[in-house]
């Protein structure tokens, strides 16, 4: 994933089209069960974050759990 991200981010350099990764994390769904942490409209935040960055925004980051730490944060690769 690591290296498609980095092509990508590579090929759109100097548009206005920003390239980030992002985990929902474990959240609450038939799948995930109820005792996860996270209701789908709570890691939604995260993917709303990304989908109105301005241009200059962050990019090439990975992102998640924008409710669990108080806001967006980029995680290590």
Do not use: C, H
């Not at 990508?8 to 929902?24: D, T, V």
């Not at 069960?33 to 960055?53: H, I, K, M």
Request: net charge negative; hydrophobic share 40%; proline share 5%.
């Amino acid at each position: 994933m690591l290296a498609e991200l980095q092509k990508r981010r590579k090929e759109l350099q100097g548009s206005s089209i920003l390239i980030n990764a992002y985990s929902p994390s474990w959240m609450k769904t038939d799948m995930g069960g109820s005792d996860a942490p996270f209701t789908a409209d709570e890691v939604a935040e995260t993917a709303a974050y990304l989908a109105t960055l301005p241009e200059d925004g962050d990019q090439g980051g990975f992102f998640a759990e924008m409710r669990k730490f108080g806001g967006s944060i980029a995680l290590p690769w």
